[in-house]
């Protein structure tokens, strides 16, 4: 079943009814509907794209995405929303991988991957919203769409891995129906009284949360631009029963802001956050001025939101002896997902013993477009090897340790070092380069670089700085350089990064 049959079903019984708003308008559900069957013909008639070409969104956070989405799927191609944050480069890699046949994109964004420094890439068309084509991309023949099959790919999502190359997981109609479902299991019973904020980017979880919510006939309201806390607490009093998925950070900013203590916030339903872990007396304070409407997850882009979580009613138990314990793990299995704690053969743990998280449900991807050899390392026999480290305790309750594949966090952001370091390795005076991530009080974690000059050689942090901010986004850029002798191995010349680490807490001592 496509996903974007329920938005149809949602459009015969309550039509009338919000589905998306913006700053500059509204539209209903039957208008939502009606825009998405003129997107899929346009796509299918105007552009001749076949069934299963994937399209590319690089948007930032926009009311165009939302029918792009369902037009997509609408007409029976495959989604890729990339994160608006890459670099031109990296984007632009990214659709050659994927094979992208058409790139829907905001105006900068449009405008970067139109640069003189990719004028040798293999582009895909590039159709910018708010121009004349796009007019043309909403106006086209109604389509009415055609089954198609729950297993059908319908988002790629791309994330990165410890090779520095990005990886996309097929996300299939199948596997995030079922996210949606276990939405309704456990976090909150949806709508049509009921309003979702996107403040946190729809290419990512926010995008996803509201494909729950559109199905159940709920009003989707996106704030564009950038994350603005004042923003998003005007709208807690201007909006009922709001739910919103926020980055840690993104909450950290928000309950900072001066005027987060006075607020209206009675329109609040839910607050639900995750990817990356978040500090216990944040989560106090955030308690404090919400009230136990808090909701955490546990996910990868590999089994979407949907691995384990932390409810409401555990976050309002402030009496439980094991409270603040609680509050620092990731909580419980979600209805009908397996999770494991497991030595590198796959035999179970006992509680408390430290080991690889692995996951089984409806909701685990069906595999690495393109990367066989990476899909059975991860995918093995339905069980998703997650690459973290964590602990169960009797109750099931999971507590993630590390990350076994030394992923920074920061702002929410997923940032791996390799990438980074072959950037820097580029430079001709660097001989060797490590990052690791170092704690910081806003943004959870920052990039530090070690680097070891080549004899004789000068390099500046400025020549490094440039160097990323010509290859990678700007967020991955090092926050701090390091130069040094040389880099702390084992016999086997693996560079022991938790070395790395220490010698930063003992600068911070």
Known sequence: MSLALTLKTVAGYAGHRPALSWDGGTL?????EAQVRQIAGALLGRHALRPGTRV?????NCWEFLPLLYGIWRAGLVAVPLNCKLHAREMAWIMSHAEVGLCCASPEIAE??????LAASPLPPILTTGSKDWMRLCAGPALAGSPVAPDAEAWLFYTSGTTGRPKGAILT?????????????DIDAL???DCILHAAPLTHGSGLYALAHLARGSHN??????FDPERVLKAFARYANVSMFAAPTMVSRLINHPHAGSADTRGLKTLIYGGAPMYVSDLKRALALFGPKLYQLYGQGESPMTITGLDQSMHGDSEDARFEERLGGVGVARTGVAVRVV???GVDLPPGEVGEVITKSDCVMQGYWNDAAATARTRREGWLWTGDLGALDRDGFLTLKDRSKDMIISGGSNIYPREIEEVLIQHTGVLEAAVVGRSHAEWGEEVIAFVVRRPGSEVAEQALDRLCLDNIARFKRPRGYRFVEGLPKNNYGKVLKTELRRWLDAEAQ
């Open 221 to 226: 309201v996106v704030l564009e631009g950038s």
């Open 56 to 60: 590319a969104l690089a948007m930032q």
């Open 191 to 193: 709508g049509p009284r």
């Open 173 to 185: 109609h199948r596997n995030l129906l079922f996210s949606c479902h276990c939405y309704y299991a």
């Open 28 to 32: 209903s559900y039957a208008e939502l």
């Open 112 to 117: 970067a991957l139109s640069g003189p420094d």
């Open 343 to 345: 030595d590198a053969d």
